[in-house]
């Protein structure tokens, strides 16, 4: 038997993760069944394929996950590169000398995305879906190498954010007679972190911008109310891993400052922002808070501790 004709092919694929859906914990995986015509048994493998001629890895590998899963894909600026050497497999009908080279990004898609669905015709897939990570990684779903590689190589994306955050406090109402008054919280929606939580209004810092000023915008955006920025009450962090408002999911890390700030205690707070990670803002009985009767962060509690330590008076 003479020499098999050689055939080196470079591709790109993207590892894209979420949370599933009404789950803190668990992660999915988007994947791609290949087509009877590329194998008989059950194979799922990353979404990608071949690069055309002239055409830059990060263009393909998007193109290639719309047309094998009709989403929108979004990669890193980085990659991995596998190789691997397949002498003997058939290819078209004939048995060849394959070199695959595999360039896989890390992707993500919109929190919103569609259920995925196969929208290229008589292409080398047959369906696509989200699978839970363990039955990938305990074999429950047979899956070609390369995902089980790339799973075992990625990392999370890193981000660390600094934001500013405002603790905001009326002091009680008639009606409520003695007692700590309310604070002004406002309640994440699908599209960010802890969706349905409540938590104080602020969020990140834009690049250059100073905490004050960018605190006075986040709480006209999320409360629709201007404040008065006051001193710094305490500096506060978590870190939590997630799917990011972006549909990215992160390995994040939240670096808090507090400030004691001031509103109009009459003004009564609405959500002005569109589109954003708030869907709700209210004032919450400080009581309320304490005896945890709806789901807040420990940043409130937080706060409000480090108040009562050096001794801020709610407004």
Known sequence: ????????????????????????????????????????????????????????????????????????????????????????????????????????????????????????????????????????????????????????DHQPFRMQRVGAYALIRRAPLATQGAGEGDVLLVQFSQRGFHTGSWSLPGGGLDHGESPRPALEREVQEECGVACAVGELLAVHDEAFSGTAPSGRFEDFHAVLLIFAATVDPEDQPRVVEVGGTTEAAAWVPVADVRARKLPVLDTVLHALDAAGRIGADPA
């Not at 979004?74 to 078209?92: I, N």
Request: glycine residues 10%; charged residues 25%; proline residues 7%.
């Open 1 to 152: 038997m003479g020499s098999l004709p050689k055939r080196q092919r470079v591709a790109a694929y993207a590892v894209i993760l979420r949370v599933a859906p009404g789950s803190s914990a668990g992660q999915e995986i988007l994947l791609s069944r290949l087509a009877e015509r590329i194998t008989s048994d059950e194979l799922w493998t990353l979404p990608g394929g071949g690069l055309d001629h002239g055409e830059d890895p990060r263009d393909a590998v998007v193109r290639e996950v719309r047309e094998e899963t009709g989403l929108d894909a979004q990669v890193g600026e980085t990659a991995r590169v596998y190789s691997a050497h397949l002498p003997g497999v058939w290819r078209d009908g004939r048995r060849v000398d394959a070199h695959a080279l595999r360039i896989v990004y890390d992707g993500w898609v919109a929190v919103d995305a569609p259920t995925p669905r196969v929208v290229e015709v008589d292409g080398s897939t047959a369906e696509a879906a989200w699978h839970p990570v363990s039955e990938v990684v305990d074999g429950t779903l047979p899956v070609a190498p390369l995902v089980l590689e790339a799973l075992a």
